[in-house]
């Protein structure tokens, strides 16, 4: 299990942006890029990972900034599929691990303007392949976050949304966002269980 390095929030440094707040905290809890700051100014994306152990399972959170010059629910809707579809499970081994959904994708997309971002993005929230994707808004000169917010919170995608909140100090309680995905496993692990004892009992009569 991958532990988790932030112990409290960090307050926003005056004069930093989110965006570039983000990228340092994210370098402070072992995520890499092989992309430079150049790199990122020039042509607008940059990608951070970083290996995750989830159980007996290896996993990847990836975080991928986009700079947009707009948006809205076409570049969304595009970006949540192209996204999920690159990082969604392709071998048969990691299929069959799927159900730990365990590579987790932010897309976080940064926002010209100082006007404030206000659609819904629960609606672009993907889980498919062991893949979630999650988009995330930032407008960094206001330094606006803003994040899906699904109704149903004790689910696998809101230990996710809270680790971000968690690393911007936005939360005050640390989060293990894989707590309830393993958990699920091991439930669905003893359902299945029961029903093939089930079928030897109806065999052996």
Not at 164 to 180: A, K, P
Request: with cysteine; glycine share 6%.
């Amino acid at each position: 299990m991958q532990e988790l390095k932030a112990e409290k929030p960090i307050e926003s440094p005056a004069g930093t942006n989110v965006v570039s707040r983000l990228m340092e905290l994210l370098a402070a809890e072992g995520f890499t890029t092989e992309q430079s700051q150049d790199e990122w100014k020039e042509f607008g994306e940059i990608i951070f990972r970083r290996d995750e152990k989830i159980s007996f399972a290896t996993g990847e959170t990836i975080v991928i900034f986009t700079r947009v010059p707009e948006l809205n629910e076409r570049i969304l809707r595009q970006t949540s599929e192209s996204v999920v579809n690159t990082y969604k499970a392709k071998s048969v081994a990691q299929k069959v691990l799927s159900v730990l959904q365990s590579t987790t994708v932010y897309h976080c997309l940064v926002v010209g303007g100082d006007q404030p971002y206000s659609d819904v993005l629960d609606d672009y929230i993907v889980r498919s392949g062991g893949a979630t994707f999650i988009p995330v808004v930032m407008v960094p000169e206001i330094n606006q976050v803003l994040y899906p917010q699904p109704e149903e919170r004790v689910g696998s995608v809101g230990p996710r949304i809270e680790y971000l909140q968690f690393l911007l100090g936005e939360r005050r309680e640390s989060v293990n966002m894989h707590r309830l995905t393993i958990q699920a496993f091991y439930v669905l692990i003893g359902v299945v269980v029961v029903l093939l004892l089930a079928v030897g009992f109806s065999f052996v009569r």
